[in-house]
């Protein structure tokens, strides 16, 4: 039993070390880095073991050093081949701080900074956290971060473009880079939003203004003000 173990332990240990050598690297997928760039931020290089290492770990030190990488499929082949096939990252909001503009992918993961603001990207202000390109955002603000998370459910819905979220209790949304909407507190905000959507479609396209939503106790539902270059002073309920 004993011979048996040790000849299974050799064996495992020579699989992991001697045999199986990676003879090639393809790298396909990516329209951001090329395969050249990829290949050499990777741990693992011609030689090594193809069973030894973590697909995983793989794909963080890729992503730290390549942030644009989304993920990394991988593919081993016991004849030496391996195959990495590459998601590309898309810029999804920017977080705006004193040292410029944090760009985020739809994960969390933050892909660059921006000295000026980023265009065709939701803006978010106000937030605390800690920031690095190359790592996830680490939220440091628990309430805001689950204020921020609920806004941004809604967001393509009703086409918000930046969020102000400095203080919770005195949230404010800009739709369509054009009209800026006071929310108030973060209750209700789903019955908020929308009507919200409804006052934007009564609106029309092109113009400009503030929108206020106000939370109003004696009626069954809210009171919305509004005041636009074209609209005077008016209330819906």
């Not at 020579?14 to 990829?38: D, M, Q, R, W």
């Not at 898309?90 to 603001?117: C, H, P, Q, R």
């Amino acid at each position: 039993v004993s011979l048996i173990i040790l000849l299974l332990v050799v064996g495992i240990t020579l699989s992991l070390t001697v045999f199986f050598p990676i003879t090639k690297i393809n790298v396909s997928g990516s329209k951001i880095y090329s395969a050249e760039e990829i290949i050499d931020v990777l741990p693992i290089s011609s030689g090594d073991n193809i069973l030894s290492f973590s697909a995983e770990k793989v794909e963080a030190v890729a992503r730290n050093r390549l942030p644009y990488i989304k993920n990394i499929e991988v593919k081993r082949s016991l004849d030496g081949n391996l195959e990495l096939k590459i998601t590309d990252a898309k810029e999804k909001t920017a977080y705006e701080t004193d040292d410029g503009f944090y760009v985020a992918g739809e994960d969390g993961f933050i892909l660059n900074l921006y000295k000026k603001k980023p265009k065709k990207l939701l803006l978010i202000k106000g937030m605390d956290a800690e920031i690095a390109v190359g790592e996830f955002i680490n939220f440091t603000d628990d309430g805001k971060n689950g204020i921020l998370s609920e806004l941004l459910s809604y967001s393509e819905k009703s086409n918000i473009t930046a969020i102000d979220i400095t203080d919770e209790y005195s949230l404010t949304v800009y739709v369509d880079n054009r009209l800026e909407v006071y929310l108030g507190t973060s209750n209700n905000i789903k019955e908020k939003l929308s009507h919200l959507n409804s006052m934007v479609e009564t609106i029309g396209k092109g113009k400009e203004g503030k929108i206020k939503l106000l939370q109003r106790m004696d009626l069954p539902a809210y009171s919305i003000r509004i005041r636009t270059q074209h609209h005077a002073h008016g209330q819906i309920r």
